[in-house]
């Protein structure tokens, strides 16, 4: 997620959104991440285009899901470099692993997370590193950036535009803002592992290409506007600063009609309404064990079930039980006859469920989706289940308990509520204060001087 101009090229390692105005509308280049991340920002280059920017996005040769040739914007495609590959099979072997410590004593699963996380650090900036590197070592390609103008940030000092959620090293709120425990019960921990992991990755690569004393955690932190993805409706109060805007949800719409196959099997349902299963983009199908069970109990409820599901077909599954390889999930959220969604807990998912006012079982399996189903458990609006030892009847009681239990859906309409009160849309705000308002770049505090502006606040008041 990142983007690459002039003596702030560097920045691309950590930056989704670059834009340059001009009376006549931006030149913006966007480096992109893959996977569910691209179908975000789909939706802001879809806005950005309705006001007539010239958008161009840098993609590899390996994408997933970034195509070569769209009508919404023209690609610089980067031929692919030799790296560990980070597609759907690393990400099913992370989820083996994420079962496997689930089975783990608390202590033992704690020193092993660190050690995961450090590895899995290594190999994505790793493969960061070789593309970055492999970029500026075309010369043919840095000249045609050049051409284009996208390096007038430096000289005009136009605005750098952020869209992130986590970053290099984390959680990006507390690379700005960084959060005493006396606010946030969760700290960041990423410290020692952004200096001692993360920068050494890219020293190389800074003194090739940048002046001596260039600092890649400055560089990264001197964004004019940060597009935090983040609602306050969700998440625990934070501090913050003038240069951020929040647009939690951002991607969530009303939903469309749709398709007749589906809207008939939605109807289908009766009074008894339709439960949605998706884990995610990235995830095809749990272990068979698991997956049984899972089927076996939905076969057992009387509510239709919209499951996205790859692989082989489960031997228990049930009549009432549709299996598809990809469905509108906006769009099905937001139809009135669904009444519970099955997720891991992303991102998407979630902000969509509080959009439309879904309860959620959850099934979280990989980084942030712990913490987002736990947030979302603590407001009454979800129930969570351990995946590594999932049992039929456990699944079973959990979704009825969800479906019968009448203050998860009022919880979760309360926080739509909440949500959807705002005189802008995420998505409006995003464009209006990060695309049309310069603001000043905020002071830096030191650790001492925050601590100590803390402790004077709550003696004070």
């Given at each position: 997620k990142s983007t690459v101009t002039g003596s702030k090229q560097l920045s691309s390692l950590t930056c989704l959104l670059f834009v340059t105005c001009c009376c006549h509308g931006g030149n913006i280049l966007v480096w992109p991440e893959d996977g569910s991340h691209w179908l975000n920002m789909k939706v802001i280059l879809r806005k950005l285009h309705s006001y007539s920017h010239s958008l161009t996005v840098v993609r590899s040769s390996k994408s997933w899901y970034i195509k070569e040739n769209s009508s919404l914007y023209s690609t610089i495609t980067v031929n692919s470099v030799e790296t560990e590959d980070v597609g759907p099979d690393y990400f099913k072997m992370l989820i083996e692993r994420s079962l496997a410590l689930q089975r783990m004593s608390s202590f033992f699963r704690?020193?092993?997370?660190?050690?995961?996380?450090?590895?899995i650090l290594k190999v994505f900036h790793n493969g960061a590193l070789r593309m970055v590197s492999a970029i500026f070592d075309d010369a043919a390609l840095v000249e045609r950036l050049r051409e284009a103008k996208f390096d007038l940030l430096q000289f005009l000092n136009l605005p750098m535009v952020y869209n992130v959620r986590w970053i290099n090293a984390g959680d990006a709120h507390m690379q700005i803002a960084p959060s005493s425990p006396s606010h946030v019960p969760i700290y960041n921990s990423f410290l020692l592992q952004e200096r001692y992991i993360i920068v050494p990755v890219y020293r190389e690569l800074l003194e090739r290409h940048f002046p001596p004393g260039t600092n890649l955690l400055t560089m990264q932190q001197s964004?004019?506007?940060?597009?935090?993805?983040?609602?306050?409706v969700f998440e625990f109060p934070w501090p913050t600063m003038l240069n951020v805007v929040y647009m939690g949800g951002f991607q969530c719409q009303p939903a469309q009609a749709l398709p007749t196959e589906l809207e008939e099997f939605m109807q289908?349902?009766?009074?008894?309404?339709?439960?949605?299963?998706?884990?995610?983009?990235?995830?095809?199908?749990?272990?068979?064990?698991?997956t049984e069970a899972i089927a076996t109990a939905f076969a057992e409820i009387p509510q239709k079930v919209l499951w996205?599901?790859?692989?082989?077909?489960?031997?228990?599954?049930g009549k009432n039980t549709l299996l598809l390889e990809w469905f509108p999930q906006n769009d099905l959220l937001g139809h009135p006859k669904t009444c519970v969604f099955v997720s891991h807990g992303g991102t998407n998912g979630i902000y969509e469920a509080i959009y439309h006012g879904v309860p959620v079982l959850a099934l979280p399996l990989l980084f942030d989706q712990f913490d987002n189903v736990l947030q979302l458990q603590?407001?009454?609006a979800a129930r969570v289940l351990k995946v590594a030892t999932l049992t039929s009847q456990e699944f079973l009681e959990a979704l009825k308990d969800v479906l019968e239990n009448p203050l998860y859906r009022s919880s979760i309409r309360k926080l739509s509520e909440l949500h959807h009160d705002r005189p802008l849309s995420p998505l409006d705000s995003a464009t209006f204060f990060g695309l049309s308002t310069l603001l000043d770049t905020k002071e830096q505090l030191t650790f001492t001087q925050r601590e100590i502006t803390c402790l004077g606040t709550l003696t004070t008041t």
């Open positions: 704690f020193l092993e997370q660190q050690k995961d996380i450090a590895n964004a004019d506007i940060w597009l935090m993805r983040m609602d306050f289908s349902s009766g009074k008894h309404g339709v439960v949605i299963m998706s884990l995610g983009a990235v995830v095809s199908a749990l272990p068979t064990a698991i996205r599901y790859h692989g082989e077909r489960p031997s228990t599954l603590v407001r009454g």
